[in-house]
């Protein structure tokens, strides 16, 4: 049996998983029982250990100092110098080191680092110390174990709580006494802390006598320094503010209603006066006002003027009453309520912003019996109408109102009254009129008939057909588009015919159309008879006599 040693450090390189081994004989037997292969690594172990942790024990310190040890085990070579050291703080890099020197197979060097925890990081997190950690989970030194490089500690910080938003609190020496609410001073605060107010800054550091009813505090100073604590399970912190009254000039709004009546489906226009007198300033424009009826929302209005102190301003709105309401029911006029009970100026007095009027219901007597009105037919059974001659008899006093309307709906809601009632066109034959009557109390309607009828025709005895635009024609009133089947013939003082009209052809204009001595030219200057025939029952017989023709 023979052994052979062989070497193998030319060949084998550090990172190398496999290797192929063969043996050859030149000439001799061989029998090979076993092939021992043995590679001797030189490479280090880098362990760390964190000793000692100094610091986080005081409340809102995040500085920490930790000592600690590297160590080269459990190795086959030095652990180099300038090994890098991390540090994390719930896997975030808070700080980097570094071995100082060369350390010996099973040696080891001790080192300090201090640094600051940053805000962002929780009171609690786990602090990591890795050894051959270039501060991104990578290393730069080969060892024979790279799973042993960390070591970690759990670390709870004492953290002061925060205070922000605190702020003094003012309000305004007014009518009565004055409360503050502590809380609005400290709303910002996180509810998560425990929070008391305090009198003195001693008693506030020892926890003692707190403000009872902090949410209905009143001062006995002006101004007074309040103390806060705010604590965690941990920490507390101790700040002030301050309460103070002051003299503000405040207005002090109120409202007045007359004594008035209403009238049932009728808008109600009630006035009302806003004063501004026990006060210390001008009431501003634009002030709200609501109107209530058994705490139902009738209607909003605002002030239009800023009031001076000790004046006031009238104003007036238009109320849609309800059709339930009783005979008598009362009105609440509120300034400064914006319609929810909510109020936007700040006041003196905040409880006399009411008025309550009690209205009754009222009415007028109705219209008359009115008569009707006919006029003669100017053409198509239509004619012009003097409606307000119906006035006199429709007025009950010197300031009641008069209007006129086509239809019943519109006489009743007052809209779309008749323009020029002393001339008006009907419509229909006959047609009905509806009639408003207002006065400050109620209103009432009524209604009557407008006729036509067919007049006798107006003849005149002369016209000028010349082209001037004035009596042109031989214009017979009461004639066109009324007596439809009427029959117009001219003649000459020869008794020639010389002109033929009916209801189409209008008006004679001088010319004539029949005959052989004129046919299609104007007449002579001289007088010319005609027969007017209206072919109708009410006048069976024609209308006879002269028209004179003149240039």
């Not at 605190?166 to 929070?195: K, M, R, W």
């Not at 604590?231 to 003299?247: M, Q, R, Y």
């Not at 059974?381 to 006199?392: I, Y």
């Amino acid at each position: 049996m023979d052994i052979d040693v062989y070497p193998i450090s030319n060949y084998i390189n550090p990172g190398d998983t496999s290797a192929i081994i063969q043996l050859t004989s030149g000439q001799d037997f061989v029998m090979v029982n076993n092939i021992i292969t043995v590679l001797n690594t030189e490479l280090p172990d880098a362990t760390i250990s964190m000793d000692n942790i100094i610091g986080g024990t005081e409340c809102g310190n995040r500085e920490l100092t930790i000592d600690y040890t590297v160590y080269n085990l459990n190795s086959t070579d030095v652990l180099p110098a300038g090994t890098p050291i991390a540090f994390y703080t719930n896997e975030t890099l808070v700080a980097q080191s570094a071995t100082v020197a060369v350390i010996p197979i099973d040696g080891q060097e001790s080192g300090t680092i201090t640094f600051t925890v940053p805000n962002a990081v929780e009171a609690d997190f786990i602090l990591k110390a890795v050894v051959d950690d270039t501060g991104n989970g990578t290393g730069i030194v080969d060892e024979t174990n790279e799973n042993n490089n960390e070591d970690e500690t759990a670390i709870h910080l004492l953290l002061n709580p925060e205070i922000t938003g605190l702020h003094n609190l003012e309000t305004c020496d007014v009518i009565g006494e004055e409360f503050f609410d502590l809380n609005e001073a400290t709303s910002q605060i996180d509810p998560i802390y425990t929070l008391s107010f305090h009198f003195s800054e001693t008693d506030a550091q020892n926890n003692e006598n707190p403000i009872p009813n902090p949410e209905n505090f009143q001062n006995t100073e002006n101004p007074q320094t309040i103390y806060i604590r705010v604590s965690n399970p941990d920490c507390f912190l101790i700040d002030s503010f301050t309460v103070e009254v002051l003299p503000c000039p405040l207005p002090d709004a109120t409202i007045e209603l007359p004594e008035i009546s209403a009238c049932r489906d009728r808008a109600l226009l009630l006035p009302f006066t806003v004063y501004n007198l026990e006060a210390t300033a001008t009431l501003p424009a634009n002030t709200s006002i609501a109107f209530y009826v058994d705490g139902v929302l009738l209607g909003l209005s605002q002030t239009q003027q800023t009031i001076p102190i000790g004046g006031s301003e009238n104003g007036e709105i238009e109320l849609l009453l309800p059709d339930s309401l009783p005979d008598t029911f009362t009105i609440t006029a509120v300034v400064d309520d914006n319609g929810n009970g909510n109020g936007s100026v700040e006041e003196l007095r905040e409880d006399n912003n009411n008025f309550t009027q009690s209205i009754s219901f009222e009415s007028i007597p109705p219209i008359p019996n009115l008569p009707n009105l006919l006029e003669c037919d100017t053409g198509f059974d239509t004619a012009l109408f003097d409606l307000t001659q119906q006035d006199d008899l429709i007025r009950s006093g010197p300031d009641d109102v008069v209007q006129y309307f086509t239809t019943p709906e519109n006489a009743f809601q007052n809209t779309d009254p008749i323009s020029n009632p002393s001339e008006y066109q009907n419509g229909t034959d006959p047609q009905t009129i509806y009639v408003r009557l207002e006065n400050d109390v109620c209103f009432a309607t009524g209604s009557f008939l407008l006729t036509t009828e067919n007049c006798a025709p107006f003849i005149p005895q002369g016209f000028s057909p010349n082209g001037d635009g004035v009596n042109d024609v031989f214009e017979i009133s009461n004639l066109l588009n009324i007596y439809e089947n009427f029959e117009l013939t001219i003649y000459s003082r020869e008794g020639n015919l010389i002109h033929t009209a009916h209801n189409a052809d209008g008006f004679w204009d001088g010319v004539a159309t029949e005959g052989l001595l004129f046919t299609g030219s104007l007449v002579p200057v001289g007088t010319y008879y005609y027969v007017l025939a209206l072919n109708d029952p009410k006048y069976p017989e024609p209308f006879i006599g002269w028209v004179y023709v003149n240039y």
